[in-house]
């Protein structure tokens, strides 16, 4: 705990602004995980009652399910099974079905681009506080005597390289959780698809037998 204490301490001011990007990235992933993971399991749970019934060709039952259901696939067959009744055509309730997929899809993405920027922001201010720990070390170095030079030198660096140190240390995380909520991100939007082309199937099968 003390060598942490002092490693921080010998960083510089730019410690601070990196330690506040870092805990912003580390609450964004959390809550983005979390939801993420809420998504998912309703979904889940979802499709699992909801899939039967529309093999069946239960509409009406399907639109009361989902008209209840608050997670993402309801909200998107709502849309399409709204059309079901009144329309014939495939394209119609596909189309229903995208729109209401359009405005999923920022929502799951929300906030998750920002710990790319905050990756970025970490790693520009270690180099920052680099920079100027070393603009103070030479000039510290500028007035010393010949025989302390070497040794300021040495320790200047030293201190000065701890804020790139901690800058990455806090980049690289928050770049690992950035690509795990983006695959998943995906993951979930590709369910989506699957399930609305498993609906369509299923409305036009029955269509085409009532028809």
Sequence with gaps: MHAIVRFFQMGGFFMFPILMVLAAGIAISVERWLHLSRVKKDNSQT??????????GDFDRARDMVNEDGSTIAQMLSMG?????????????????????MEIIPQLEKRTPYLALLSNIATLFGLLGTIMGLIAAFTAVATASPAEKAALLAASISEAMNCTAFGLMSAIPLLLIHARLTSTTGQIVGSLEMVSVKALNSISTFAKRAY
């Design 47 to 56: 499709w699992d009652q909801l899939q039967p019934v529309l093999a069946a």
């Design 81 to 101: 099974l709204a059309r079901q009744g009144a329309v014939r055509r495939r394209e119609d309730i596909e189309i229903a079905m995208e729109e209401s997929l």
